[in-house]
């Protein structure tokens, strides 16, 4: 949602008078930043604030004895389109290119 569609955000950002001093108008800069640093970071994650990203996953060994280097993936979510094995996208661990087509 843009700044300037929030009423409460108006509502603190528009001048009283002309004679508000230097003290308010720096106070409204400040909460305006704030918002916008807020709103930027939350959306930077991924999703509006969602849990995107990636994690790593751990070395193991298998029953047969096989060891398994350590990965990394995406996280799990409700979309095949941002796994890096997905055809269009790169793997930014390995720069392997993504081969499947998503269901």
């Known amino acids: 949602m843009p700044l300037a569609t929030c009423d409460w955000a108006a509502t603190i ?3 009283r008078n002309e004679a508000d001093g230097e003290g308010n108008i720096i106070k409204k800069l400040i ?8 709103a930027t970071s939350a959306f930077a994650r991924g999703g509006g604030g969602g849990h995107g990203g990636s ?5 193991y060994f298998r029953s047969s004895g096989t060891y398994v280097r350590p990965s990394g993936a995406t996280n799990p979510n409700r ?9 269009g996208n790169v793997n930014p661990y ?10």
């Open 31 to 38: 909460l305006a930043g704030t918002v916008a640093l807020i």
């Open 13 to 15: 950002l528009s001048p």
């Open 55 to 59: 994690h790593s996953i751990s070395g």
């Open 79 to 87: 979309t095949q389109f941002d796994n890096y094995s997905t055809k």
């Open 94 to 103: 390995s720069g392997a290119v993504g081969t499947k087509t998503p269901k």
